[in-house]
């Protein structure tokens, strides 16, 4: 069974930065940074192949977010600089234990985690 702990998240006022991890126990293909606020669906942010370490984005965090994988630790990791007030959501990271066909779509994703709280203030 695959279990997702993230931590990391906070307040921080706009332009500032936060990082956000997710250890995972249990083999994974790919992983994912996800958010959600009231009333709108969940949003696809980053995504990393642990194997290969490919990436991608959504166009709203490009050159500000940054996902990587520390193997050893099997934890995966949001670096969110420059953030924004529009960025405040509950993030959930998620994961994946073979391909799948949309790296950032929420049904695409078998395991998530309990959410992590991110605010910015202007």
């Known amino acids: 069974q695959v279990q997702l702990v993230e931590s990391g998240g906070g307040s921080v006022q706009a332009g500032g930065s936060l990082r956000l991890s997710c250890e995972v126990s249990?083999?994974?293909?790919?992983r994912a940074w996800f958010r959600q606020v009231p009333g709108k669906e969940r949003e696809g942010v980053a995504s990393?192949?642990?194997?290969?370490?490919?990436?991608g984005y959504a166009d709203s965090v490009k050159g500000r977010f940054s996902i990587s994988y520390d193997n050893a630790k099997t934890t995966v990791y949001l670096q969110m600089n420059s953030l924004k007030p529009e960025d405040t959501a509950v993030y959930y990271c998620?994961?994946?234990?073979?391909?799948?066909?949309?790296?950032?779509?929420?049904?695409?994703?078998?395991?998530w985690g309990q959410g992590t709280q991110v605010t910015v203030s202007s």
């Open positions: 998620a994961a994946a234990d073979g391909p799948i066909a949309g790296i950032l779509a929420a049904n695409s994703y078998k395991y």
């Open positions: 249990g083999s994974t293909y790919r």
């Open positions: 990393i192949r642990t194997g290969a370490l490919t990436t």
